[in-house]
């Protein structure tokens, strides 16, 4: 999830420049992406190695995500009291336990299905308030460090796409040589190593620390906020157009990412490697997407790059894959794909920087990421479901034909067409499309 950016400082007011909190932050984070992006292909491959069915893949990621949600609505207020580097810490290591207790419960003879789940919700739970303390401190490590918010960003995003693909790619290889419950301890491992590095040197910047003056949490006003961010979005239509498509797509993407595409590697394309090459390359040119909207986007009109975008990013993907037994077609297709999905988040979040008051901006972003959310545990459910009822192959068509429709949205609906030119109104954070598989959206360790 995105936060807001906030007005660029001018080299270390009043402290003593240090880039050693900035550079560490960003090294646990590629850690930990890099990591992640190892459970990601890793956890699906060993549930269908140890089951077979793609059915409990599905539920396993059900149990994944749906605490996702959760910790997004209520996360941010508790952040702020606990602390945004004990916060992070803490992720991490419950994050390490979590993953590495599969592999060794297996080892020994233990792991029941239910303790596969019950770890993994633990992991989904508290993985996105650790995801959220580091990026929110991006502004004050910036400062710290003498630079700008938007140099820290530009470089904490490219560095966080980059360590997906190398991730991704290693899992592949790994899985392949030493096995999915070795790369699960290998990702435990990433864990307490950004741990170490958070607790160990993001120290002096008093962000980091627990923000006494926030008050105290009470469910009136948890209540109070979430009420006020759903009046405004659905008074606002295309805001709420955004969130229900984004949601839709998102529940999409992970039972793609999940169990579809795990699936049709695992009997289609020749097994891990081949599934980690995929991933990774659409990851790299969702990266080049996003830069090339960075250069030359605002020459077109929004609207129809976002249609276009989003129609090239989403159903090419299912189509292809129901209809080939190899890697190139589809492998053009997740280029091609990504391509696409790198456009997605610019709009996005332009399109909220205009509508969204500085002052609703923590209720509204509250709403709509819990929102967008929301279908992520019943993708991956429905996805393991129909395989097991239908085949992979009707799978595919019957999740690509809901995409469809879903990304015609915006050629449809007259809302849409207030995406253009709305005057600037404020700062918000963006919503976060999940049209990548090894990327934002929380995956069952994707972090």
């Given amino acids: 999830m995105h936060h807001p950016h906030h007005p660029d400082p001018s080299p270390a007011q009043g402290h003593r420049v240090s880039r050693r909190p900035f550079t560490a932050v960003l090294i646990a984070n590629t850690i930990s992406i890099a990591g992640s992006s190892l459970t990601l292909i890793g956890v ?45 810490a803490a992720s991490d290591l419950i994050c390490g336990l979590s993953v590495g207790a599969i592999p060794l419960l297996h080892y020994a003879g233990l792991l029941e299905f239910w303790m596969l789940c019950a770890l993994m919700a633990v992991g989904g739970l508290v993985h996105t ?52 419950e070795s790369v699960l301890l290998l990702d435990a491992a990433t864990f307490g190593a950004s741990a170490l590095l958070v607790t160990a040197f993001v120290r002096g910047i008093p962000a980091a620390e627990p923000q006494r003056a926030a008050g105290k949490v009470s469910p009136a006003g948890y209540r109070a906020e979430l009420a006020e961010g759903w009046r405004f979005l659905t008074r606002t239509r295309l805001l709420l157009g955004v969130t229900v498509m984004v949601m839709t797509t998102n529940g999409l993407d992970q039972g793609w990412s999940s169990v579809l595409l795990p699936v049709h590697g695992r009997e289609a394309l020749g097994g891990a490697t081949a599934l980690g090459m995929l991933v990774a390359l659409f990851g790299g040119f969702a990266l080049l997407g996003a830069l090339l909207y960075g250069a030359w986007g605002e020459r ?148």
């Fill in 300 to 447: 077109f009109p929004r609207r129809a790059v976002f249609a276009a975008a989003f129609l090239l990013c989403g159903a090419p993907r299912y189509v292809v894959a129901a209809f080939t037994d190899t890697s190139l077609p589809l492998a053009v297709t997740m280029a091609l794909s990504g391509l696409g999905a790198g456009v997605l988040n610019p709009i996005l979040t332009t399109v909220m920087l205009e509508k969204v008051p500085d002052e609703l901006r923590s209720r509204v972003s509250g709403v709509t990421q819990a929102g967008c959310e929301l279908t992520m545990p019943l993708g991956g459910l429905a996805a393991g479901l129909l395989i097991d009822g239908f085949g992979v192959t009707r799978a595919l068509l019957v999740f690509g034909g809901v995409y469809l429709l879903a990304t015609l949205s915006p050629l449809v609906f007259p809302s849409w067409r207030s995406m253009e030119a709305a005057p600037r109104v404020s700062r918000t954070e963006p919503l976060r499309p999940s049209a990548e598989p090894a990327a934002r959206q929380p995956h069952p360790s994707a972090r």
């Fill in 129 to 180: 308030p650790g995801l959220a303390s580091r990026y929110v401190l991006l502004p004050h490590l910036a400062e710290h460090a003498g630079t700008t918010v938007a140099r820290a960003a530009s470089l904490y995003d490219a560095v966080s796409r980059g360590a997906r693909m190398i991730g991704a790619v290693l899992a592949g290889l790994l899985i392949a040589t030493i096995g999915a």
């Fill in 44 to 88: 699906p491959w060993f549930v269908l190695q140890t089951t077979g069915s793609a059915g409990r893949a599905g539920i396993v990621a059900f149990c994944a995500t749906l605490p996702v949600a959760i910790a997004a609505l209520v996360g941010g207020p508790v952040i702020d009291r606990i602390g945004r580097r004990r916060v992070s």
